[in-house]
């Protein structure tokens, strides 16, 4: 939850950028960032940004899990365990 605290004007984060990524660093939390009064960015430190992405990853990995799921339990067929397998190598192994 961004709190009213978390609400800067661009310049002052522009002028003292130091001070704000080290204050961003240490809480965790966002800052809204505004211009000409309306919000218009969004900035946070690297890894509370990555543990955001890991959660939206796990949230959409559970969803098509549970689409899956009652698929097969309203009898409709999933696909081949050899085809199953090779998507999973493929989304696991690359890079």
Do not use: C, W
């Amino acid at each position: 939850m961004i709190e009213l605290t978390d609400i800067k004007p661009l310049t002052d984060f522009l002028r003292n950028s130091k001070a704000h990524i080290a204050g961003l660093r240490r809480s965790g939390k966002p800052e809204v960032l505004t211009v000409n009064g309306e919000a218009a960015v969004v900035v946070q430190d690297a890894e509370s940004y990555q543990a955001l992405l890991n959660l939206v990853t796990q949230a959409e990995d559970d969803r098509r899990l549970a689409n899956a799921l009652e698929a097969l339990r309203n009898g409709e067929e999933g696909i081949p365990l050899g085809e199953a397998r090779n998507k999973l190598r493929e989304r696991f192994t690359a890079g």
